[in-house]
């Protein structure tokens, strides 16, 4: 009991803290990409970083949804990718909270400051009227809600039906970082020793 509690504790001191670092990252580069573009591609920027919420929002359900088993036929087969697919799943709960817990919330935060600097931006371009920024800001920041959460939720159902190619190429990508960055085994090493066991046995 105390050792899990000791580790609960461990990950969600981990995460916090990673959690305070990418958001500082993210707000300074949203800010840099912001200052002084025009309204027009401010909007674009908004919308990208609602996008990449839910990506890692499609990524974190289908870590969780996915079947651990399709992946060892693959790392059998020695397929590029395969053992860290099977990382993944392993790590379901880990990856879940990271890709939406983590990504998800700072995106959703972020885009918010964003679209509030956009709609300042619309405003000073048409000349600072007050009743046309009270419209705006009604008009955009409901748009971007509209599609994070509809966004969001035709992920899930996406990542429900298409999480074994999902993780895969999940997996994959992570193997090509492995290799480009010469991080070994970096992402798939927590399920190392038990994944060779399984491999073998295949």
Not at 85 to 99: E, G, K, P, S, T
Not at 123 to 135: P, V
Request: net charge positive; with cysteine.
């Amino acid at each position: 009991m105390n050792s899990i509690f000791h580790k609960s504790l461990k990950w969600s001191t981990g995460i916090a803290v990673i959690t305070l670092v990418l958001a500082a990252i993210f707000s300074v580069i949203s800010t840099i990409l912001l200052d002084g573009v025009a309204w027009a591609i401010g909007m674009i920027i908004v919308f990208l970083i609602v996008l990449v919420g839910v990506v890692f929002d499609i990524i974190g359900v289908a870590a969780t949804a996915v079947d651990e088993v399709p992946f060892h036929a693959m790392a059998s087969e020695k397929v590029k990718g395969s053992r860290q697919a099977i990382a993944i799943c392993r790590n379901a709960d880990r990856v879940a909270n990271f890709c939406n817990d983590v990504i998800g919330d700072i995106s959703g935060i972020i885009s918010g400051t964003a679209s509030a600097t956009v709609i300042l931006q619309l405003t000073l371009a048409s000349g600072g009227d007050a009743a046309f920024e009270y419209i705006v800001s009604i008009i955009f920041t409901s748009v971007v809600a509209a599609l994070t959460v509809g966004g969001k939720a035709f992920g899930k159902s996406f990542a429900i039906h298409f999480s074994t190619n999902i993780i895969f190429q999940v997996g994959r990508l992570i193997y090509l970082f492995e290799e480009r960055l010469k991080f070994k085994d970096f992402f798939s090493n927590p399920a190392g020793n038990k994944l060779k066991r399984n491999t073998k046995r295949k």
